[in-house]
């Protein structure tokens, strides 16, 4: 039972354009949600959080939205950069706990 | 510089052998854990420890085992490694109490395991 969801396996977006990477969830139990950011042949990194009390956080050309009610999040690169090109992981955590879920990823190419 | 190392970035292994992957991180943490990443699968959790000599089962941990005798140190075991056990291994830590600065795991750089 996936738990965490990221329907879009790939993105490409042009430079300095937009990107909107997704993920759905079914358990009320997170209380927080991160992002991160793998590049091949390295582990990922930490991008991006926001705690379940907030609906917005944003960090320079990053901005993660949660919406509660339908159990989904977003995060938006503006502008994209070449850079970027990379597999996101949305990864929610279990209210109070260290224990974190993985999403299966969105592999996003930034387009020069 | 705070890190999670893996000691080999790449490993080919010949079916039936018995493989180890190790892991230390210099950082403190309670908790370390061992994910394999494979395409479409996203990252899945193996085996986890919240303490020196502590450890638990992840969601995949059938053909692995794991050792912490020391609390910078965690081991997978490959006890018989098997063609769909090629995968890329990652290791990551963290603390083990709540914290609202949430930064999540320190991962390793990974290992790419062929088994032929």
């Known amino acids: 039972d996936q738990q965490v969801k990221q329907n879009s396996p790939s993105l490409s977006v042009q430079e300095g354009r937009i990107s909107i990477l997704n993920c759905d969830y079914t358990?009320?139990?997170?209380?927080?949600f991160l992002w991160y950011k793998k590049y091949p042949a390295e582990g990922p990194t930490f991008l991006i959080s926001?705690?379940?009390?907030?609906d917005k956080n944003e960090d320079g050309r990053f901005t993660v939205f949660l919406n509660k009610s339908a159990k989904h999040l977003s995060l938006h690169i503006v502008p994209s950069q070449p850079g970027d090109s990379a597999v996101y992981f949305c990864?929610?955590?279990?209210?109070?706990?260290?224990?974190?879920?993985f999403g299966t990823g969105t592999r996003l190419k930034v387009l020069a | 510089d705070v890190k999670v190392t893996q000691s080999s970035r790449y490993l080919v292994k010949r079916t039936g052998e018995k493989v180890f992957l190790e892991c230390v991180q210099d950082?403190?943490?309670?908790?370390m854990f061992w994910y394999r990443q494979d395409p479409g699968l996203g990252l899945r959790l193996i085996y986890f420890?919240?303490?020196?000599?502590?450890?638990e089962k992840g969601d995949i941990p059938e053909g692995y085992s794991v050792s912490r005798e020391k609390k910078e140190r965690f081991s997978l075991i490959l006890e018989s490694a098997s063609t769909n056990q090629t995968s890329m291994y990652l290791c990551?830590?963290?603390?083990?109490?709540?914290?609202?600065?949430?930064?999540?795991?320190?991962f390793g750089s990974g290992t790419r395991l062929t088994v032929v």
């Open positions: 358990n009320s139990m997170f209380d927080y």
């Open positions: 990864a929610p955590r279990y209210s109070g706990t260290y224990k974190y879920i």
């Open positions: 420890s919240y303490d020196v000599k502590m450890k």
């Open positions: 950082m403190d943490h309670e908790n």
């Open positions: 926001i705690s379940s009390i907030k």
């Open positions: 990551a830590s963290s603390f083990a109490t709540f914290r609202t600065d949430n930064y999540g795991y320190t």
